[in-house]
Antibody, heavy 119, light 106 residues
Framework: QITLKESGPTLVKPTQTLTLTCTFS??????????VGWIRQPPGKALEWLAS???????QYTSSLKSRLTITKDTSNSQVVLTMTNVDPVDTATYYC???????????WGQGALVTVSS | DIQLTQSPSFLSASVGDRVTITCRAS??????LAWYRQKPGEAPNLLIY???TLRTGVPTRFSGSGSGTEFTLTITSLQPEDFATYYC????????FGGGTKVEIK
C-alpha cells in the first residue's frame, strides 16, 4: 500500500524559507521509473505543479519558481524535501506531495498540508 | 511553457446526465494527458492517463479521448460523488495543470 504524508510548518513569515517534508511508504525511490512531486493549491484556486524528483536523481522545477525551489530525496528514510526561499503571502496554499509512475501522472497523493504565509 | 485551457470552467448537471469536459493544449502534447477528480476538502485522484487509459479501479463511466492539442473527459452517467472539480494535466514535460472544471448539481 502506497502512502505519502506531508509535514512542515503551518505558519511562515514573509521572506523566510519554507521547508516541507514528504514521508512515504510502499515504494522505494530507487526503483526505475518512479518519482515524487510537489503540487500546491491556493485556497479556492487551481493546482500548480512545483517540482519533481526521480529515481535517478533527475530534478525538474516549474520555470516560474525555479530560482526559489530545491527538491532533494533521502532514500534511506523514504523522504523527499522541498525548500522554498523568500516566501510571500501569495505562497499561502495547501501543499501536496504525490507519487508518479513514469510520466503517467500522479497516481497517489498525500492528504496535503496547509501553509499560511503571514507576518 | 505549455498552457492547458479547460472548458467550461463551471457546469451544472443532474444525476444521470452525460457530461463532457474539454482540455486544449497550447502546443502538441501527443497523448501525454492525465485527468483528475478532486472532491471538496480532498486531494485529487487520478482517473485517466495517457489520454485514454482508465486507471485500475476507476468506474467505467469515465472515459478520455484526444491527442495533439484537444482532449475530452466524458462521464456517461453522472453520480452523486462526481460533483467535484476536474483537472487535466500534461505529466511529461511541463507538468502543467489546467484551470479546472467545477461540476455542480443543477
Amino acid at each position: 500500500q502506497i502512502t505519502l504524508k506531508e509535514s512542515g510548518p503551518t505558519l511562515v513569515k514573509p521572506t523566510q524559507t519554507l521547508t516541507l517534508t514528504c514521508t512515504f511508504s510502499g515504494f522505494s525511490l530507487t526503483t526505475s521509473g518512479l518519482g515524487v512531486g510537489w503540487i500546491r493549491q491556493p485556497p479556492g484556486k487551481a493546482l500548480e505543479w512545483l517540482a519533481s524528483i526521480y529515481w535517478d536523481d533527475d530534478k525538474q522545477y516549474t520555470s516560474s519558481l525555479k530560482s526559489r525551489l530545491t527538491i532533494t530525496k533521502d532514500t534511506s528514510n523514504s523522504q523527499v524535501v522541498l525548500t522554498m526561499t523568500n516566501v510571500d503571502p501569495v505562497d499561502t496554499a495547501t501543499y501536496y506531495c504525490a507519487y508518479s509512475l513514469f510520466v503517467w501522472g500522479f497516481h497517489y497523493w498525500g492528504q496535503g498540508a496547509l501553509v499560511t504565509v503571514s507576518s | 511553457d505549455i498552457q492547458l485551457t479547460q472548458s467550461p470552467s463551471f457546469l451544472s448537471a443532474s444525476v444521470g446526465d452525460r457530461v463532457t469536459i474539454t482540455c486544449r493544449a497550447s502546443q502538441d502534447i501527443r497523448n501525454n494527458l492525465a485527468w483528475y477528480r478532486q472532491k471538496p476538502g480532498e486531494a485529487p485522484n487520478l482517473l485517466i492517463y495517457i489520454a485514454s487509459t482508465l486507471r485500475t479501479g476507476v468506474p467505467t463511466r469515465f472515459s478520455g479521448s484526444g491527442s495533439g492539442t484537444e482532449f475530452t473527459l466524458t462521464i456517461t452517467s453522472l453520480q452523486p460523488e462526481d460533483f467535484a472539480t476536474y483537472y487535466c494535466q500534461e505529466p511529461n514535460g511541463y507538468r502543467t495543470f489546467g484551470g479546472g472544471t467545477k461540476v455542480e448539481i443543477k
